[in-house]
């Protein structure tokens, strides 16, 4: 196990809803990122946030947010849900003291948008 | 941009053979990261090697073997005498060196080993 929490496990939503994912870092991990991973595919780069600041985002459009509180954790929030929101969301943590740090990975939150 | 490409979608094999899952990369880095993920259907990603661009050496960790090629832009992971535990997807992924937390993931090979 790598020290990576997500809550909740499962969760089905309606189009339209907002949804708050949780993720809580390995104990001394300082960096969060959130991936997509669609069903099927690779996982795909949100963003990633560092000293509770978005630090690099990928091609996700401004309703998928996010915030990183002072012990670390983070949350995953996405407004106005689309059926393609439908995935795996895992996130990672790490401690770059020189952002060169591997990433290790949380079980993920299976989203179902209806 | 970075691509990473798995042709094999799905491998079966036989326990105790051998595998080799590939993995092709294209990017304009000249200093990248290369990773190999394991994926069992409880869904957390394992992580399993990280290998930097200047550092062609072959690497072997018990059952597991990876090489790097860059003349081919080919990382390729081999399972020496494969178990039933190793069953699951996997996935080769690559990164900036200066941005090491944005991975870019190929598509996945789905490993079965059967008894």
């Known amino acids: 196990e790598t020290g990576v929490t997500q809550s909740p496990t499962h969760l089905i939503k309606t189009r339209g809803q907002q949804v708050t994912l949780r993720c809580s870092s390995q104990?001394?991990?300082?960096?969060v990122s959130w991936y997509q991973q669609a069903l099927g595919q690779g996982p795909q780069f949100i963003f990633q946030y560092y000293r509770e600041e978005e630090n690099g985002r990928g091609n996700f459009p401004p309703r998928f947010s996010g915030l990183q509180f002072p012990n670390y954790s983070s949350e995953l929030n996405v407004n106005a849900l689309e059926l393609d929101d439908s995935a795996l969301y895992l996130c990672a943590s790490s401690f770059p003291a020189t952002f060169q740090e591997t990433q290790y990975f949380g079980p993920g939150t299976r989203l179902l948008v209806l | 941009a970075q691509k990473v490409t798995q042709a094999q979608t799905e491998i079966s094999v036989v326990e105790k053979e051998d595998v080799t899952l590939d993995c092709v990369y294209e990017?304009?880095?000249?200093?990248?990261?290369l990773f190999w993920y394991k994926q069992p259907p409880s869904g957390e990603l394992v992580f399993l090697i990280r290998?930097?661009?200047?550092?062609?050496q072959n690497e072997i960790s018990g059952r597991y073997s990876w090489n790097f090629q860059k003349s081919t832009s080919s990382f390729n992971f081999t399972i020496t005498a494969s178990q039933v535990v190793d069953s699951a997807v996997y996935f080769c992924a690559l990164s900036e060196a200066q941005a090491i937390y944005k991975l870019t993931f190929g598509k996945g090979t789905l490993l079965t080993v059967n008894p």
């Open positions: 290998r930097n661009s200047f550092d062609e």
């Open positions: 990017t304009r880095d000249t200093t990248y990261y």
């Open positions: 104990s001394g991990h300082n960096t």
